[in-house]
Every structure is written in structure tokens, then in C-alpha cells.
């Protein structure tokens, strides 16, 4: 009956983590895109947000994205792709449950009261907000089943046979020795903790390492297009040991196993480690047991992640690829190794309630080929997701080096090698300045311009045709009214093309606008 009981536990644990998981992806937040160029998106974060921070203190939290930086700028346009079917915004631009609001609806009235009624209706219409009639990529749909694919990864990871065996030999080993019930209980606990911890560090820092060097994307994408081709290749062998299990029915002929020689320290760090503790029968020598525990959990995750890594490492890739802040990303790995710690936790209590070690090897060799389906279809499944996501449109710059239209004084660029910027020099304030870049398409095929957005109200950009051929360059023109906008100033022009290689075409100009006296 006790043994009914747990195993019903365990599964009720595995359905209801998702809900919970999901619900806590759900709170609120709001997520404000500015430009340091915008001289009203500065004033409404300065003056506006921080007392709205303060009113809806308990209700949400506030994210800043500020689109200088490109990958903001293209998050916003993934929630506009997803939300929306209007595409043009005019900074700056707040996102909630699915909303949107910009400057357009801010131009008139109070800003803070505007904002903070825009607030409650979204909050209120959580989960409500139209999503768009158009198209949607499938890279951007695949997004979707993040959560369910890291809890699928992580739970599946921890039954594969790499750990399963450890698991077992280590559970094994500790009942049979002469440990009293409280030390056999704290040396579990400990085993577990120390596995999580873990392997959460090591999810931690891989994904800190390639979260820094996302901004270099030729290495990033190089990591990613290995990594997913690794996947698909370990799917591809866990689906061959898998059929020659079906022919032999012996585990051990598997190709993605534990190497032997490290299978072997692991049962001699576990076989030494509490063999040097004798049989502890004092309370006082259950905290030595799970000090000792810790040390030796550690140690068997570290050996064991060479086999458990195969799958951990596309995953933290896929989560690194679909997280849209660091934040989202602490709680997909989280999520991750939870799931991971579930099959110890249930053999642990299996184990205790009387579960023999040869009953949990029988257990192992019955499901043996459906784990490794399972991990043949999550190998294929992430490295497709890999491969396939880098086809996502770079940010690429082109431009022109003609010289620029102004009616300020002669510019004196500072980057002139650089065809994507323009530097007008020192201007007098009021000044229209113009200048004309080009789009050039050196691919193969045609692409479409679908939209143009400026980082401020004050520049505007025009394009005379919005569909360019191949080897064709069309001019883009670009303005920029000075009034009311002294100091050193920079505008940003973003061309949105339907081209995966195109992608975002990005061009920048700047001035030193000197007021005007009066």
C-alpha cells in the first residue's frame, strides 16, 4: 500500500510542477522599449515610470529595453509579430500581457494616468490580446513550446541510463549498509541536493559563457549550428541502441552509455566514501553522513554530467536561443533540473519504502528502449530546433558613402569608412539635415522592405521603392529636424526586410547641435 502511495506521489508531483511552473511565467510584466535618442522616452522614465513602479509595486515588475541595443530592438518586434497586426510604433513603447501602448497614445492628456489605465485594462485582459492575422514564423511558433520541451528534456535526462544506474547503485549501496534510518534519510537528501546544485551550476555557467558572447554572432551561430548537428548525430545513436536492445536485450551494448572507467570511480568514490564512515548508529554521526554525502554527490554529478551533458547542453543552447531575458532563463533551468532531481527523489522513496535493488534493475531494462526512443526524439527534436533557428535574419548594414544633404555646415565624418553612419559634425540648432544612404541587395533573390522606424520622432526616413532586386541599390533618405534638440545627438534608422539574410538593415546618424541663442 506504502509503495502505491509513493509511486502515486511521484506522478502527481511530475503533472503538477507544469502548472505551477506555468503560473509563475505568468506574472506580470512590463516591459518599456526607449531610445537614450528620445528625449520624451528619457522624460517618461525618469518622471513618469518610477511612480508607477511604486503604484503597481505588488502586481508586476517593470523591464527596461533600450533598442540602441539591436537584440531589444528585435525582441520588441517579436512580441509586435506575435500581438499585433499594426507594425509601426513610435518610441517609447510599453508591452503588457499581450498589449501595447507608444507615444501615440501618450501625445495628448497625462502620460501617468494614461500608462497606469493602460495598465489595469491589461492586466484585467491578461491573456486576452489579439494575436495577429498574419503569419507567423514558424521559428517564432516553435518558441512556444519552450516550457514543455525543457520539462520533457529535464524529467527524460534523469531516467536515461546514464544516471538511472548510478542512481540505483547508489541507492543500493547505502541500504545495505548498517546506516539507522535517520542516516540512510540525511545521506539521500544530501545526494539530491548536491545533484541538483550541481548540475544547475554547471547549466549556470555554460550559460553564462555563451550568454556573453551573444553579441558575436558568426561564433555564436557556429556553436549552435555544431551543437544542434551534435543533437541530431546522439538522436540518430540513441535510436540505433535502441533497436539493438530490441535484437540483444543487453543494456551495456549501448553505444551513449557511461564509460566504464568513470562508471568504476563512481562506485569507488561511493564504495570508499561510506565505508570510511562505519555504521553510524549515534545521532551524532548523521550530519557527518550528510556532509559526506554532499562531497560525494558532488563529486558523481561532475563525472556523470560527461554522459547526463549530451542532452543538458542543447538544452541550455534552446534555452539560451528562446529566453528573452536572463531572468527567463534562471527559470527554464531551474525548471530543468527540478524535473531532472524527480526520478532520484522517486527511487530514493521507492528505496525506503522496501523496493530492492533488483526490482529497480528490472525496472530499468523493461522501459530501457522507450528511454531511448525518448532520447532520440528530444536529440532530434532540439538539434532540428538549433539548426532551424539560425535561419533567423541577421542584423546587417548597408549603406552608401555619398555625401550627405544638409543645410548646416560642411560634416566632418568621424567614421568614414563606415557606410551605415554619418556624422553631420557641428550644427546649428534647427537645421534640417539630410542625408542619403543605400539598401543594397547582394543576394540572389528579391526581398521586400516592409517597414522603416526611426529611434525618434524628430528623423524621419524614406525609401523610393519597397521592393529591391537582386545586385539592385535603392537610396534611402534620411531627415533630421534639430529644432529643439541641442547636444550631442544620435538617430537611429531600422529597415525591416522580409530577407532572412538581410534581415534588419541599421543605419545611424549624429550631430553636435549647437542651441541657438536667443
Not at 30 to 40: E, G, N, P, R, V
Request: charged share 20%.
Amino acid at each position: 500500500m506504502i509503495k502505491k502511495i509513493l509511486i502515486a506521489l511521484w506522478f502527481l508531483m511530475a503533472l503538477a510542477l507544469p502548472a505551477y511552473c506555468a503560473e509563475e511565467a505568468d506574472t506580470g510584466e512590463l516591459i518599456y522599449f526607449y531610445s537614450l535618442t528620445c528625449d520624451k522616452c528619457i522624460e517618461i522614465k525618469e518622471n513618469v515610470m518610477p511612480r508607477l513602479e511604486d503604484r503597481f509595486k505588488d502586481d508586476l515588475r517593470v523591464l527596461y529595453k533600450e533598442i540602441g541595443d539591436i537584440e531589444n530592438y528585435k525582441s520588441l518586434f517579436e512580441l509586435k509579430s506575435k500581438y499585433s497586426q499594426d507594425e509601426k510604433v513610435v518610441f517609447p513603447v510599453l508591452f503588457l500581457n499581450g498589449f501595447f501602448i507608444d507615444r501615440r497614445d501618450l501625445e495628448s492628456g497625462d502620460p501617468y494616468e494614461k500608462i497606469a489605465s493602460f495598465i489595469s485594462s491589461s492586466m484585467k485582459g491578461a491573456g486576452a490580446a489579439p494575436a495577429a492575422s498574419e503569419p507567423i514564423d514558424p521559428a517564432e511558433k516553435f518558441k512556444t513550446f519552450t516550457l514543455p520541451a525543457i520539462l520533457a528534456a529535464g524529467f527524460v535526462d534523469g531516467i536515461n541510463p546514464c544516471s538511472f544506474t548510478v542512481l540505483v547503485f547508489f541507492i543500493s549501496f547505502i541500504s545495505v549498509q548498517r546506516y539507522s534510518k535517520k542516516a540512510v534519510i540525511a545521506a539521500g537528501c544530501a545526494f539530491i541536493l548536491a545533484s541538483f546544485f550541481t548540475y544547475l551550476a554547471i547549466g549556470l555557467g555554460l550559460f553564462g559563457s555563451l550568454h556573453a558572447l551573444k553579441g558575436y554572432r558568426a561564433v555564436t551561430g557556429i556553436v549552435t549550428v555544431i551543437v544542434g548537428a551534435l543533437s541530431v548525430l546522439l538522436g540518430a545513436i540513441s535510436l540505433y541502441d535502441a533497436f539493438v536492445f530490441l535484437k540483444t536485450r543487453r543494456p551495456e551494448d549501448s553505444i551513449l552509455k557511461l564509460p566504464g572507467r568513470i562508471k568504476e570511480r563512481i562506485h569507488k568514490l561511493v564504495g570508499d566514501g561510506y565505508r570510511a564512515h562505519g555504521s553510524p548508529d549515534a545521532g551524532r554521526s548523521v550530519l557527518r553522513i550528510f556532509l559526506a554525502s554532499l562531497a560525494i554527490g558532488f563529486s558523481i554529478s561532475i563525472l556523470e554530467s560527461v554522459c547526463t551533458g549530451q542532452l543538458y547542453l542543447p538544452t541550455i543552447i534552446f534555452v539560451l536561443k528562446t529566453a528573452s531575458y536572463k531572468l527567463q532563463a534562471l527559470f527554464y533551468l531551474l525548471t530543468y533540473n527540478i524535473m531532472f532531481i524527480l526520478p532520484l527523489i522517486a527511487i530514493f522513496l521507492l528505496a525506503l519504502a522496501g523496493v530492492s535493488s533488483q526490482a529497480f534493475a528490472s525496472i530499468f531494462k523493461k522501459y530501457f528502449f522507450m528511454v531511448k526512443v525518448l532520447l532520440a526524439l528530444l536529440f532530434l527534436a532540439l538539434g532540428a530546433s538549433l539548426v532551424f533557428a539560425e535561419g533567423d535574419a541577421p542584423v546587417k548594414k548597408i549603406g552608401s558613402k555619398l555625401e550627405p544633404k544638409t543645410i548646416s555646415s560642411p560634416p566632418t565624418p568621424k567614421r568614414p569608412n563606415d557606410p551605415f553612419y554619418w556624422d553631420f559634425g557641428k550644427v546649428k540648432e534647427g537645421a534640417v539635415l539630410k542625408h542619403r544612404f543605400l539598401i543594397v541587395n547582394d543576394t540572389k533573390d528579391p526581398f521586400k522592405i516592409k517597414q522603416i522606424n526611426t529611434s525618434c520622432a524628430c528623423a524621419v526616413s524614406t525609401v523610393e521603392k519597397d521592393v529591391i532586386q537582386p545586385g539592385e541599390k535603392v537610396p534611402i533618405y534620411t531627415e533630421f529636424k534639430t529644432k529643439g534638440y541641442p547636444g550631442e545627438r544620435t538617430r537611429y534608422t531600422y529597415v525591416h526586410t522580409d530577407s532572412k539574410r538581410s534581415g534588419i538593415i541599421v543605419f545611424e546618424i549624429r550631430a553636435e547641435v549647437i542651441k541657438e541663442k536667443n
